[in-house]
């Protein structure tokens, strides 16, 4: 599908690339905002990063993995940001960037097994999960609430919210890999 | 996964870490690979849920975004331009409406939405405000629907006419005035000088004071009995200019060098960014720095450059010949450039050979090796610590080190800017955690410009000042064999001195 999406782009029909967008957006967005926590710098490297495959497009290799390409722009564009914060940034700042330099072959090998079904299968993972696991997945995910904001609707301390979270995760993760819980 | 580090690992992605959280976090990611793995699953599973829950998860907006973008680069050769997110948008709607509480849609503003529903005719603009606020209206189209309908008063054309004529008016005044009259930046302002420092500006001969701003062309002279420390480059660089030393700036405001005609001065340089280009120039020699600490002495028949940090080019000004040097080593230029090693000062280490160097080619000079290093597995350790004059940036040669039980007199100094600069085997190590008098400094020294490891820290070799109180104090230092106070601890030194003010100090 990428091949003849690139095909329609490059041949002139610019509103090709929106379908590119919107097929491999949610990949890319997952990929940054496993490494950012700031929803917004999320979305404007997600940009940067289309916006650099939109002027790179000439240079796609035909049958090429589509989602495997754009991380690699996202890990670019990432670690550029990483480097700006360990040399600029505060202590805390240098800290994370360090952690997250750490952490990222780690990471990239976790998301070179996600596939198109992916997202598919982590919702219906979700609904396998307990109902107060999956309550607290949703307020944080779906309402966006903070863990402290979570735990004082649940009459939980934020240090039992961030274990539920740890663990629906946990559980999600086998889930996904087809193990049983 | 340990509670301490699972509330870490929640609180990376929430992003609410403190630091004696992520240090704990960082130690344990590289000390245990099972928890980089955890760790690397539970953020694989956070981004997953994050884009497929989080707001726009099948990325509409994401492709307006990203397709508007485009469409708008077409006109400028297919460069996409970026669009403003809703961050941004809402951090300018919030200023504006700090600013603006309410505000009458004007004709313009509705022209505006005009043309943004006609996309097909609009012409190629640059990004103005009246664009960006079109882009705004069009991410958010709360904003349209509730304006007013495009009603035009009578009386509105004319005033809006008459507004519009001034503003162009105003415009162009202030547009020439930036072309044609406005005097461009100085080159140089004096931080501080002594009474012997005249400014020679066109005939006139002005007496130098303090945060005087010399401009292009000026030439400032140091007199017998003179001093002057002077920044360039609105603070990128400074000069400290010992007696019987003239400097001459040059006459093109847009030029970037400065020219040590005679005398001796010390020059740091913080690094410049790719591209830019500032020189240092002698009758002998050019001097290119990128981000420095140097001397240069201008002598009768040569010019001495002592390199105390970094790299410059040097080029010799009567063959054009050039040269790297580098931190440690020492260069006299005259007929020929010879570098020497500052440290074994031994024979010339290398010598510029006219015959065979090409121009424009430097050849690569053959630095003798550094100290050598410490058996590996060493403890790192820290020997003394130093006394910093940080006005001038060099160590003040009656505490180089400073003794156990010193007694420090202010008023006998050079400066009361100063610093205390840690002296380590290896001299370089992971970080150096500082404590005077007891209590930990706040910040973690890592010598991020070489092996500088000071208490009141340094940017890239420009110490930081501080000045002691009067009274005893007790100073140490720790090494540690990685960054951020992690990895093995090394041999901690701790040592007292005293403190005092008194121009006629008691004898001993």
Known sequence: MSDELVERVLGGEKEAFREIVLAYGPAVRAFLAAHLSDRHMVDDMAQETFFAAYANLRKWRWGADMTAWLRGIARNKLNAYLRRHYTYGNVLERLQASVLQTVQPHLAQAFEWDDAETFAQLKACLEKLPDRLRNVVEARYTDRLKVMDIGASLGKSPNAVSSLLFRARKRLQMCMEGEEY | MRQEELQATQLLLDGTLSVRSARALLRGVRGDPELTDELAAQQHLHGLLEA?????????????????AIEQGRSRGDRPVKMRTERRVSRNLKTRSQQRPVKVKTRSHLRNMETQMLPAQRPAKYKTHARLRNMETQMLPAVPAALPPARRPAFLPKKLGLAAGILVALGA????????????????????????????????????????????????????AGTAEIALCQGAAHMTLSANTAVRFPAAADAFWVEITRGASHVSVLPQ????????????????????????????????????????????????????????????????????????????????????????????????????????GARPRVESFTLIDALRDRPIPEFDPIPDGATINLAALPTRSLNIRANLRPKRVGSVRFSLDGQQMRRLEEGTAGSIYSLAGDMHGDYHSWQPEVGWHVVAATPYTEDFGMGEAGDPLRIRFRVIDEADPPSP
């Open chain 2, 173 to 224: 005044v202030y547009f020439a005035h930036q072309k044609f009259f406005q005097r461009p930046a100085p080159p140089a302002e004096i931080l501080a000088t002594s009474t012997d420092v005249t400014v020679c500006r066109g005939t006139a001969v002005l007496p130098a004071g303090t945060r005087m701003l010399l401009r292009a062309g000026d030439r400032l002279k140091i007199g017998p």
């Open chain 2, 273 to 376: 960014p790719p591209g830019s280009k500032l020189a240092f120039i002698s009758p002998h020699a050019e001097v290119w720095v990128y981000g420095t600490r140097f001397d240069l002495t201008v002598e009768q028949d040569q010019t001495r450059v002592s390199m105390q940090e970094g790299e410059v080019t040097l080029k010799n000004r009567r063959n054009g010949r050039q040269l790297p040097l580098r931190a440690g080593y020492d260069a006299i230029v005259g007929a020929t450039i010879t570098i020497e090693n500052r440290a074994s000062r031994k024979a010339p280490a290398l010598r510029e050979r006219p015959e065979r160097a090409a121009p424009h080619a430097p050849p690569a000079p053959q630095h003798a090796q550094p100290a050598p290093a410490p058996p590996p």
């Open chain 2, 52 to 68: 497929a829950f989080g707001p726009d998860p099948d990325c509409t907006r994401l492709a307006r975004l990203v397709q508007t």
